[in-house]
Each structure stands twice: as C-alpha cells, then as structure tokens.
C-alpha cells in the first residue's frame, strides 16, 4: 500500500466528522430561525410596529427560536431563510364571531403556495384591549404571535394561554408582563415544524 495515499485516507476519516458535524450545526442554526415580513396596511404607528415585533420575538425567543424582521417593501432583502411568513397588519376584520369571540386575525397555510400569510385585525385588538381599558399596543405583538403560532401549529386552539380562542383580563396581565408564551408541547411541536416538517394541505383559521 502506498504510505501517502494511507496517509490521505486516514486524514479524511479525520476530516469528515469535523466537516459532517459542522454542517449539522449550521442546518441546526438555520432551522433556529426564521423570517417574518410585517405588512403594515393598517397604518399603525412605526413604534407600535417595533413594540409589537419585540413581543413576538420575545415569546419566540423563549422557545428557543430567533426572528428575521422584514418590511413588506423590502421583500427584495429577505434572509435565505426556508421558513418565510407574512403577517398582515389590517385595520379592519369581520367582528366578532357569534357574538363571542372578537376576532383578531386569521391565518392561512397553503401547502402549494411559496408563503404563508396571515392576518391581524386592529380593530378586533382595538376592541379587546380598550374592553379592559389597557392601549392596543400590549395586545398587538400576542395577536401576530398567536396567528404564527397557527402557521406553525394549525388551526386547532389551545383551553388557555397565548393559543386560546379568547383572551381574559388574566391573559392580558401576562401579556403586560412578558408572561404569556408557548406551552411545553407547543414548543416541541413548532422546533418539529422548524426542522422540515411540511406545512401540510390548504388550511385557514379564524381566532380571537
């Protein structure tokens, strides 16, 4: 056996972990985060916008996950991020639903499509932040959050918490204090769709 071609193979057995390793790290990283483009149709403030994009990115940063903010008019400058989403920032939505719920937004996965949108309601965050006489702004960001979170966990709603149906007062405090986030389960359930799930058939949801 030649001694240089054994010297070869054996630093390429060497190498190839290292190398295997390192691009399981940057896969890793990559699924960690994800893009989100913030259209703002219903011009709300840009210190609203901003206020609402730190609370979202805090619940999600508490699960582990970081996100890419980019503006509706700058599609062009988008992450290679595989995971894009496009929130909506509507002024108006279709009320309340039956009288019960008020509806804040509304979330679409198209399995077909190449993003995946959703809607947030400011007149439906409007109503049920003044109903307990707090400002829109605390409500906002757990609005765009909760509709995310049914990008990413379908349209099923959760008894309590950031996924419920309706909020409370209860539900609003934990929101003034940085309190209300994703469950355990939740949690695993979105790294799992993260980390190449497909996004499934054609769905959309309606909540709050």
Same mark, same amino acid.
Request: charged share 20%.
């Given at each position: =056996?030649?001694?240089?071609?054994?010297?070869?193979?054996?630093?390429?057995?060497?190498t190839t972990?290292?190398?295997?390793?390192?691009?399981?790290i940057?896969i890793t990283?990559?699924?960690?985060r %994800?893009?989100?483009? /913030?259209?703002?149709?219903g011009?709300?403030?840009? @210190?609203?916008?901003? !206020?609402?994009e730190?609370?979202?990115?805090? $619940?999600f940063?508490?699960?582990?996950?970081?996100?890419? +903010?980019?503006?509706?008019?700058?599609?062009?400058?988008?992450t *290679?991020?595989?995971?894009? %989403?496009?929130? &909506? $920032?509507?002024?108006?939505?279709?009320?309340?639903?039956?009288?019960?719920?008020?509806? =804040? *937004?509304?979330?679409?996965? @198209?399995?077909?499509?190449?993003?995946?949108?959703a809607?947030?309601? #400011?007149?439906? $965050?409007?109503r049920?932040?003044?109903? +307990?006489n707090?400002?829109?702004?605390d409500?906002? *960001?757990?609005? =765009?959050? !909760?509709?995310?979170? !049914?990008?990413l966990l379908?349209?099923?709603?959760?008894?309590? *918490?950031? =996924?419920?149906?309706?909020? @409370?007062?209860?539900?609003?405090y934990? #929101?003034? !204090? &940085?309190a209300l986030?994703?469950? /355990?389960?939740?949690? $695993?359930?979105i790294?799992r769709?993260?980390?190449?799930?497909?996004?499934?058939?054609?769905l959309a949801?309606?909540?709050?």
């Open positions: =056996m030649n001694p240089e071609k054994g010297r070869r193979s054996e630093e390429n057995m060497k972990p290292l190398i295997c390793a390192a691009l399981s940057l990283r990559a699924a960690d %994800f893009n989100v483009v /913030v259209c703002n149709m011009n709300i403030s840009a @210190t609203d916008i901003s !206020h609402a730190a609370d979202v990115a805090y $619940v940063q508490s699960i582990g996950l970081e996100i890419d +903010w980019t503006d509706c008019g700058d599609l062009s400058h988008t *290679g991020s595989s995971h894009r %989403f496009i929130l &909506r $920032v509507r002024p108006h939505g279709t009320g309340a639903s039956g009288g019960l719920i008020e509806t =804040m *937004g509304m979330a679409y996965v @198209t399995a077909d499509a190449p993003h995946v949108y809607d947030v309601y #400011m007149d439906g $965050v409007q049920f932040a003044e109903s +307990w707090a400002p829109p702004k409500v906002l *960001g757990y609005a =765009m959050a !909760h509709e995310l979170g !049914h990008l379908g349209p099923r709603h959760a008894p309590t *918490g950031l =996924m419920s149906a309706q909020w @409370t007062a209860s539900d609003l934990a #929101m003034q !204090h &940085r986030k994703f469950t /355990v389960a939740e949690r $695993v359930s790294r769709e993260l980390h190449g799930k497909a996004p499934g058939a054609a949801t309606r909540s709050k």
